[in-house]
């Protein structure tokens, strides 16, 4: 059976005066695995930290499990929702260190060092994330994609219901980024874990995700299956390019094309027709 | 397990913090214009006596000690905290202007002869008013919309500091040779000071602070990642930057005014604490309070001894001592 974990109703939020995301309604089913795509400027970021409550929202409301989000205490909701954020900065902190910080939600309230527990959380998300091997280096000697594990195991080690990515495959080459999101898949299908996970890459958002919300311009345009969000007519509309979405003959998942501007013209003088 | 070799090793690390502190006290105790071997000074605690060196040790030097320790850790927490909630090694205490302020407060008090009429403890009195001020405007300039804005913190108070020396040096211009004397005198910075109830509450602030600070531990551990990040992981981010920047202020504010600006403390025994335990606040701020008390106390002895019985300003010898150890362990680490 299915429950709603999020619930988001006329959401409306921005900087200042400016209205970055408007009337959003969304919500999202326990163990699903959604995918947020849309051009840059096109409010993607902007929902995520609306969800997680650094932008205050204008209008509407934010429904975690029955009770509106602005009525849960900082610590409660930080068990509850883990957030992995983009252009994260690095310190001189080793790998280990860093993971432990994911245990500060679940600290009581006079307590200073970690418990037995905690390592005990902090060794078991670090062997899931595969960051053991180098759980005694320091946080700014990682690569890319070491460091993007670590983030996703610092998140896990705050034992979430609700994870939030934003853009966790940026920067990484494609060994990297399927990692990532192998890694996401298992946990959502192994654990339970939710996850919200804002991609650029389509075809990566096809292949994994089980619903996409394409966005422009602040608010959702398309939601839906994969199939039904990216057509070559949607994408067009939304990105105004030219693109041609063809299927992954393994996963049967829509995959989209690029096409450059060179070929654009050389087509349609072949054809003697403008576009 | 591995909890338990952490806490070791923080244990080690504040023993052997302690056992320095301890060993640069009984020292300072000793060496001086006079001289007082170990043995005499166990004699001399035991029983009281009107003799010269019962004085020398428990009216001049010890109060200097206790002041040491109390301004020293006062002055490095600041400095651990700061240079933590900024993400920023180049700040200082005196960076938001506190000390500017103090300073103007004081060279007020000294033109407006306060000192004279009222005593010794009108200086303090006064320059502790003037870090308030200028507390409580650093603050509300930095404020927008219930939001205290770090960088604003960070650009206001070196304005301010800039607007106050000026005026500091403008009032110095146009005062009289005494008033000039005691300014410059004061602004050096000396942790002489005959009065025990000031000394006193230089201690209960400093202990107090350390204390709170450690409240604040684990918000500082991940403020370090950045405000977003922390606040992901559940910390009131601007509850945690007010009360910070307001235990920072009173502890600097506290220190400047009772003991004038020294300068460097604050902001290289961070670095070097940082450079030998590591980034954790709960170890940092500890070890930094230790590390700062022995390092003032012994700059303090050296100030008073090596061209005795001219004492140098204790400012002179934290800033040469301080900062050429200190680039000498930055090569060393890296």
């Known amino acids: 059976?299915?429950?709603?974990?999020?619930?988001?109703?006329?959401?409306?939020?921005?900087?200042?005066?400016?209205?970055?995301?408007?009337?959003?309604?969304?919500?999202?089913?326990?163990?699903?695995?959604?995918?947020?795509?849309?051009?840059?400027?096109?409010?993607?970021?902007?929902?995520?930290?609306?969800?997680?409550?650094?932008?205050?929202?204008?209008?509407?409301?934010?429904?975690?499990?029955?009770?509106?989000?602005?009525?849960?205490?900082?610590?409660?909701?930080?068990?509850?929702?883990?957030?992995?954020?983009q252009n994260q900065p690095v310190n001189d902190i080793t790998v280990e260190e860093f993971v432990l910080l994911g245990r500060i939600p679940h600290f009581e309230k006079m307590q200073f060092l970690e418990t037995a527990h905690d390592f005990e959380i902090a060794r078991k998300v670090m062997s899931l994330t595969q960051t053991s091997k180098f759980k005694d280096r320091l946080m700014r000697e990682l690569s890319g994609g070491e460091r993007q594990l670590a983030f996703i195991a610092r998140a896990l080690a705050q034992e979430p219901q609700l994870l939030l990515l934003d853009e966790p495959t940026t920067h990484l080459d494609i060994g990297h980024q399927v990692a990532v999101l192998d890694l996401l898949k298992k946990l959502n299908r192994e654990c339970g874990l939710t996850v919200i996970i804002v991609l650029h890459d389509l075809n990566l958002a096809s292949e994994y995700c089980q619903r996409l919300v394409l966005m422009r311009e602040g608010r959702i345009y398309k939601a839906g299956h994969p199939d039904e969000v990216l057509s070559y007519q949607i994408i067009e509309e939304v990105y105004k390019t030219v693109v041609v979405v063809e299927k992954n003959p393994i996963s049967l998942r829509p995959y989209v094309l690029l096409v450059p501007e060179e070929e654009r013209r050389a087509r349609s003088k072949k054809y003697g027709k403008e576009e | 397990m591995k909890s338990n070799k952490k806490i070791t090793r923080w244990c080690i690390y504040l023993f052997v913090l302690g056992i320095i502190l301890l060993g640069i006290s009984l020292l300072s105790l000793c060496v001086g214009s006079a001289a007082i071997p170990v043995r005499k000074i166990i004699s001399l605690l035991s029983k009281a006596s009107d003799?010269?060196?019962?004085?020398?040790?428990?009216?001049?030097?010890?109060?200097?000690?206790?002041?040491?320790?109390?301004?020293?850790?006062?002055?490095?927490?600041?400095?651990?905290?700061?240079?933590?909630?900024?993400?920023?090694?180049?700040?200082?205490?005196?960076?938001?202007?506190?000390?500017?302020?103090?300073?103007?407060?004081?060279?007020?008090?000294?033109?407006?002869?306060?000192?004279?009429?009222?005593?010794?403890?009108?200086?303090?009195?006064?320059?502790?008013?003037?870090?308030?001020?200028?507390?409580?405007?650093?603050?509300?300039?930095?404020?927008?919309?219930?939001?205290?804005?770090?960088?604003?913190?960070?650009?206001?108070?070196?304005?301010?500091?800039?607007?106050?020396?000026?005026?500091?040096?403008?009032?110095?211009?146009?005062?009289?040779?005494?008033?000039?004397?005691?300014?410059?005198?004061?602004?050096?910075?000396?942790?002489?000071?005959?009065?025990?109830?000031?000394?006193?509450?230089?201690?209960?602030?400093?202990?107090s602070g350390l204390i709170i600070a450690y409240f604040f531990s684990l918000q500082l551990n991940a403020l370090s990642l950045g405000e977003e990040d922390a606040r992901a992981l559940g910390i009131n981010v601007e509850n945690t930057k007010k009360v910070l920047f307001l235990l920072t202020s009173v502890l600097t504010g506290m220190s400047v005014s009772i003991c004038g600006i020294i300068g460097f403390v604050g902001l290289i025994v961070p670095h070097f604490i940082r450079l030998l335990v590591g980034n954790d606040q709960r170890i940092l701020l500890g070890a930094s309070f230790l590390c700062g008390s022995s390092f003032l106390i012994l700059s303090d002895t050296l100030a008073r001894t090596i061209i005795a019985p001219t004492e140098l300003p204790v400012g002179v010898i934290t800033g040469i001592i301080g900062g050429s150890v200190f680039i000498f362990a930055l090569t060393k680490f890296k």
């Open chain 1, 1 to 85: 059976m299915m429950n709603t974990l999020l619930e988001i109703k006329g959401l409306t939020c921005g900087y200042d005066a400016r209205f970055f995301i408007q009337e959003i309604n969304f919500s999202l089913e326990e163990k699903e695995f959604v995918g947020i795509i849309g051009p840059n400027g096109s409010g993607k970021t902007t929902f995520l930290r609306a969800i997680t409550r650094f932008l205050k929202s204008q209008k509407g409301t934010v429904i975690f499990k029955g009770r509106d989000v602005r009525q849960i205490g900082f610590k409660e909701f930080a068990r509850k929702i883990a957030v992995v954020s």
């Open chain 2, 51 to 207: 003799s010269a060196e019962y004085s020398i040790l428990f009216n001049i030097r010890l109060p200097r000690i206790i002041m040491g320790f109390a301004v020293g850790g006062a002055l490095s927490i600041s400095g651990v905290i700061l240079q933590g909630m900024f993400r920023n090694p180049l700040v200082e205490p005196y960076t938001l202007g506190i000390s500017g302020g103090a300073a103007l407060g004081v060279v007020l008090s000294i033109i407006a002869g306060l000192s004279r009429r009222l005593g010794g403890i009108s200086l303090p009195v006064s320059g502790f008013l003037g870090a308030i001020l200028v507390i409580i405007l650093v603050f509300y300039l930095s404020i927008r919309k219930r939001v205290l804005r770090i960088q604003g913190l960070l650009l206001y108070g070196v304005m301010i500091s800039f607007v106050s020396s000026s005026l500091i040096m403008l009032l110095m211009a146009i005062s009289g040779a005494d008033e000039l004397r005691g300014i410059v005198f004061w602004i050096m910075g000396s942790l002489e000071q005959p009065n025990w109830l000031l000394i006193k509450t230089a201690v209960w602030v400093s202990i």
